[in-house]
């Protein structure tokens, strides 16, 4: 079988994983697939853009774990982010992490578009597949994503935003409102609205912004 599949396939609990981008990346395995981790690790500052990950595994579809930075993260995940990526698995897929357990995911989010073929609706999401105690701050993702089973609804897993359209999501209001405020009562400067089309209208972080400005 091919498992844990990423830059990284298997890291330490404690490893300390920062600054790290990947683009245009093609990843297909069993299971414990992510961009930067397949599983484990702290991961920091890290992204994934403009990738395909997928998985096809059936034999115990249970541990398909797939997500757009890290198939099953065991550690902190912070200012992290994957654009125009599409992810397909069978059970358990979310846009930036595939499952979490008591850990924290903050100023994060995810615009990946995702795919797969069964599972239960915990199990599926946007920014999270399955969150099993973590905890989301500053974070978001969109809601993009197909079911290939008529019997499944659209993820109900751990997203990081409440339902709203994305017309919505792209105003101004979603950033300062919203992301940059959170239900814990702290404030951050983290996002700004999109000013350089850089995640087609959604919000970005600041720093994104000013890269763009000065290129």
């Not at 797969?116 to 989301?136: A, D």
């Not at 994503?145 to 008529?150: F, L, V």
């Not at 919203?178 to 239900?183: D, R």
Request: glycine content about 12%.
């Amino acid at each position: 079988s091919h498992t844990y599949i990423g830059l990284f396939g298997v890291c330490d609990i404690n490893a300390d994983i920062k600054n790290i981008g990947i683009t245009s990346a093609t990843l297909q395995g069993d299971s414990y697939i992510g961009g930067i981790s397949g599983d484990g690790g702290k991961i920091t500052h890290c992204y994934v853009t403009s990738s395909t990950l997928s998985s096809t595994y059936t034999s115990n579809p249970t541990y398909n774990y797939i997500g757009g930075l890290c198939g099953s993260a065991a550690n902190d995940i912070k200012t992290c982010y994957v654009t125009n990526t599409t992810l397909s698995g069978i059970n358990v897929v979310g846009g930036l992490l595939g499952y979490i357990d008591a850990h924290t995911v903050s100023n994060c989010y995810s615009t990946a578009t995702l795919t797969r073929s069964s599972g239960i609706g915990v199990s599926f999401g946007g920014l999270i597949g399955y969150n099993y105690g973590g905890t989301i701050n500053h974070s978001y993702s969109i809601d993009s994503w197909n079911n290939s089973s008529a019997t499944l609804t659209s993820p109900t897993g751990s997203n990081g935003t409440s339902t709203m359209s994305s017309d919505n999501m792209k105003l101004l209001s979603f950033v300062t409102d919203y992301i940059n405020i959170q239900t814990d009562g702290t404030v951050t400067d983290t996002y700004e609205k999109d000013n350089f089309t850089l995640n087609v209208g959604y919000p970005v972080f600041a720093t994104q912004n000013t890269v763009a400005m000065e290129d």
